[in-house]
């Protein structure tokens, strides 16, 4: 099995940490493989999506990326129908949007949320 090397903050390591003692992985490298499978799987499910979709998108981030947020969004106006902003922890919001459209389109914001490094969650969910 091939090795690779990763570097991880210390939040983010100790949230694995936690994570692997809760859900009783056997160890770090247990934990994280468990993670790149549900990610492909998530990656899979949303380049297969095909044809005219509703969905939700949840997005976790601080406040101070609202900016991101809005200039995202504003590229995706015709697909979003509702939009939830909500402080849900100190600095943290949430924003949850209902969306309708052509599913290439759908996975585009998706992407677009995912591959900001400034994001903390992106979940889509379709319905």
């Known amino acids: 099995m091939p090795i690779i090397s990763i570097s991880l ?7 694995l940490d936690k994570l692997k003692k809760s859900m009783g992985f056997s160890g ?9 499978r549900n990610f492909v799987s998530e990656a899979k499910q949303k380049n ?3 044809g005219n979709i509703h969905a939700i998108l949840l997005v976790v981030h601080n406040d ?3 900016h991101i947020v809005s ?4 590229n995706f106006e015709d ?7 909500s402080k849900i922890e100190g600095d943290k919001c949430m924003e949850l949007f209902v969306i309708d459209g052509e599913a290439e389109r759908v996975s585009t914001i998706t992407n677009d949320f ?3 490094k ?8 379709t319905l």
């Open 9 to 15: 903050n210390d939040e983010i390591l100790s949230q």
């Open 28 to 36: 770090r490298s247990e934990a994280i493989r468990a993670g790149i």
């Open 48 to 50: 297969e999506l095909s």
């Open 64 to 66: 101070e990326f609202d």
């Open 71 to 74: 200039g995202i969004k504003h």
């Open 79 to 85: 697909l979003i129908t509702t939009h939830l902003h």
């Open 114 to 116: 995912q591959t900001n």
């Open 118 to 125: 400034k994001m903390d969650t992106v979940k889509l969910v």
